[in-house]
């Protein structure tokens, strides 16, 4: 009889390890909470618009996985070329952003100070190292207090709803990208030197891919591999127990249309949020590891979806909003990511609002966020009222794990309790609180899969995504 594995989770993490389980011969069941596979990776439509999750590309620098997604995708997968800006004080900015950039469209009462700012924390930096022991000491550190305060503070808080003294400098590592001073004022000089694609950091990386009908496309063809291959693919079904007994899970309840129903297992893989796997862990985990499960956080999100009576708002694939008079931070526009999601003459966008669950944004109806929303892309010139064709929303619970100051100790706690468990195995973003891109989530799931296949169960799957660069 073949070995049964249980996915806990339904995003391309999941997916991706049941991919390579079932082809391999192992029973796979996946289950998954929501009604439609992906996460955060899916896709949908409504009235003719295909909508995705906020902006999505598909790169890698793992030349293997790419090839394995253009077999499973083929004539589907698009090549694109990434554009974005950043709009603040009245004016749109490259993104990332560039010493060039920021000097010609900054007031030269700002951009000057700025860039001697940023020269004189180099300098400094260069004898007598400061320490960096939050978000805000790491960049003001390497980029100075002025820009700091100007960009990097106020986004960062906006978007994190969070003092950036109370987050973690591990956290700017993987989301600042810092580039050689000397390229940077080369830049700025207009001296050729390398071009921004080949710096290391993947906001530089202009080329990515793309799926024609939607990012949601790519989940969908690994599932469809999947029960190509035998696999079953519970939607609606949401795990509420592990059972384990002498060092290993033995079985996974789950309620599927309001039947509590069990699977047996020779392995489990979650890809669900990590606390949520130890709060379900049956017996229960001890209480000191249940009090870190609860100091993890993750930070909501509302999509509020406009569909636009217009062929195109911008050229960006998506627009960054640091000022705090914007109810959003971001902005994507899915047509410029593929022509195929939208109808004839008309275009859609996708506004982000970063909020807690339960709180006033989170609580607020859509009818308030719209309005606040359109107002706001009205000021920045992007829209008017009378395009707007029609308006929903949707709300996801985790959409970001939140690097506070205590992240590292509640989260190593975490999996060293779950490392106990020797057929069990974390992946994806959510499952290894770590926020980085759709190529890792899958690689992470592939890897799971073979350690599987090989018997290398005690090695868990961690590297994927460990360097400190930037993942966005």
Not at 302 to 315: H, N
Request: hydrophobic share 40%; net charge negative; charged share 25%.
């Amino acid at each position: 009889m073949s070995e049964k594995v249980a996915i806990l989770g339904g995003g391309l993490a999941g997916l991706s390890a049941a991919w390579k389980l079932a082809q391999a011969g192992f029973e796979v069941d996946v289950l998954e909470a929501l009604p439609e596979l992906g996460g955060l990776a899916a896709s949908f439509d409504r009235g003719g618009f295909i909508f995705d999750y906020g902006p999505h590309r598909f790169h890698t620098k793992n030349d293997d996985l790419l090839a394995e997604v253009r077999g499973l995708m083929g004539n589907e997968l698009q090549g694109r070329n990434r554009k974005t800006t950043v709009y603040f004080m009245n004016r749109y900015f490259d993104y990332p952003l560039t010493g060039s950039n920021l000097l010609r469209n900054l007031p030269l009462s700002v951009a000057i100070p700025c860039f001697f700012d940023f020269l004189f924390t180099w300098i400094r930096g260069q004898i007598a190292p400061k320490i960096d022991d939050s978000f805000e000491s790491w960049v003001v550190n390497r980029f100075g207090r002025r820009l700091y305060d100007i960009y990097f503070g106020p986004y960062t808080a906006k978007v994190w709803g969070n003092d950036p003294t109370q987050l973690s400098s591990s956290w700017a590592a993987q989301r600042v990208a810092v580039v050689d001073l000397w390229d940077l004022i080369k830049h700025t000089l207009g001296i050729n030197t390398r071009p921004p694609d080949e710096f290391e950091h993947s906001p530089y990386l202009i080329d990515f891919h793309y799926p024609r009908h939607g990012i949601g496309t790519l989940p969908q063809r690994l599932a469809d591999e999947i029960r190509a291959h035998g696999g079953r693919i519970h939607l609606n079904s949401r795990a509420v127990a592990v059972e384990h007994a002498d060092g290993r899970a033995r079985s996974v309840l789950y309620l599927h249309e309001g039947e509590l129903q069990s699977l047996d297992a020779d392995y489990v893989i979650s890809s669900i949020p990590v606390n949520n796997l130890v709060y379900s862990m049956q017996p229960a985990a001890p209480p000191t590891i249940l009090r870190a499960a609860d100091n993890l956080k993750y930070r909501a999100m509302v999509f509020l979806y406009i569909m636009l009576d217009k062929p195109r708002v911008t050229d960006d694939h998506w627009i960054y909003f640091p000022a705090k008079e914007e109810v959003f931070n971001r902005i994507s526009e899915i047509r410029n990511f593929s022509e195929d999601t939208v109808p004839e003459g008309q275009t859609s966008l996708c506004v982000e609002i970063t909020c807690d669950e339960g709180d006033h944004l989170w609580n607020a109806s859509n009818g308030e966020l719209f309005e606040r929303s359109v107002e706001g892309l009205e000021r920045a010139g992007l829209i008017r009222r009378e395009e707007v064709l029609g308006y929903f929303a949707r709300r996801m619970t985790h959409a970001y794990p939140t690097y506070d100051l205590d992240f590292e100790e509640n989260l190593n706690r975490l999996t060293g309790y779950l490392h106990n468990f020797e057929n069990l195995l974390t992946i994806g973003r959510q499952g290894l609180f770590r926020y980085f891109n759709m190529d890792h989530a899958m690689e992470t799931g592939l890897e799971a899969a073979e350690k599987i296949m090989s018997g290398e169960l005690r090695e868990k799957v961690i590297r994927v995504g460990e360097e400190q660069v930037w993942f966005g």
